[in-house]
T-cell receptor, first 112, second 110 residues
Framework: NAGVTQTPKFQVLKTGQSMTLQCAQD?????MYWYRQDPGMGLRLIYY???????DKGEVPNGYNVSRLNKREFSLRLESAAPSQTSVYFC???????????FGPGTRLTVL | KQEVTQIPAALSVPEGENLVLNCSFT??????LQWFRQDPGKGLTSLLL?????REQTSGRLNASLDKSSGRSTLYIAASQPGDSATYLC?????????FGKGITLSVRP
């Protein structure tokens, strides 16, 4: 039982490049989330998926897109990376929206 | 809009002390309150989850309480150890409305 896994762990991009962050959970959770964590800003929700087939914007969605590929997988795409997107990205899941979150180990992204 | 505050931002204590970490929130209509631990360079590990109908939860040396009327939660750590050194975050709400505090960085000195 791996919980929530994220790939890659580290990534360096140049401005304008694109990439997809992958997230998978094996706990049969319905809801999945993408957060970014920045010094002094705390954790901010980018996008979430309340259930398979649905996605919604969070607090800071600009510059990102998501895909809920199936119940297990939820990916985050940066179409044209900008230095402001340098951050640590966390994926999380929960059985339902009101229950506790389980977090992945994070992806540390640097955009030059 | 829910705001979650954790003060102080950092705390240093000698080993063996019992300590209390505070979390305050502005909207008492929360669904649950969750405490997390984050080690440097790592993800968040859930410590305790208190549903809105509950008053407290306990796990080992940790006890978390919730007072919705005053908008406060506390995390009590008994007999602190150097291994407890980490950042502790609280989060209030539910669904997409889960709001995180900025965390308290705890250092337990041997």
């Amino acid at each position: 039982n791996a919980g929530v896994t994220q790939t890659p762990k580290f990534q360096v991009l140049k401005t304008g490049q694109s990439m997809t962050l992958q997230c998978a959970q094996d706990m049969n959770h319905n809801s999945m989330y993408w957060y970014r964590q920045d010094p002094g800003m705390g954790l901010r929700l980018i996008y979430y998926s309340a259930s398979e087939g649905t996605t919604d914007k969070g607090e800071v969605p600009n510059g990102y897109n998501v895909s809920r590929l199936n119940k297990r997988e939820f990916s985050l795409r940066l179409e044209s990376a900008a230095p402001s997107q340098t951050s640590v990205y966390f994926c999380a899941s929960s059985r339902e929206g009101g229950t506790g979150r389980v977090f992945g180990p994070g992806t540390r992204l640097t955009v030059l | 809009k829910q705001e979650v505050t954790q003060i102080p931002a950092a705390l240093s204590v000698p080993e063996g002390e019992n300590l209390v970490l505070n979390c305050s929130f502005t909207d008492s209509a929360i669904y649950n309150l969750q405490w997390f631990r984050q080690d440097p360079g790592k993800g968040l590990t859930s410590l305790l989850l208190i549903q809105s109908s509950q008053r407290e939860q306990t796990s080992g040396r940790l006890n978390a309480s919730l007072d919705k009327s005053s908008g406060r939660s506390t995390l009590y750590i008994a007999a602190s150890q150097p291994g407890d050194s980490a950042t502790y975050l609280c989060a209030a709400g539910a669904n997409s409305k889960l709001t995180f505090g900025k965390g308290i960085t705890l250092s337990v000195r041997p």
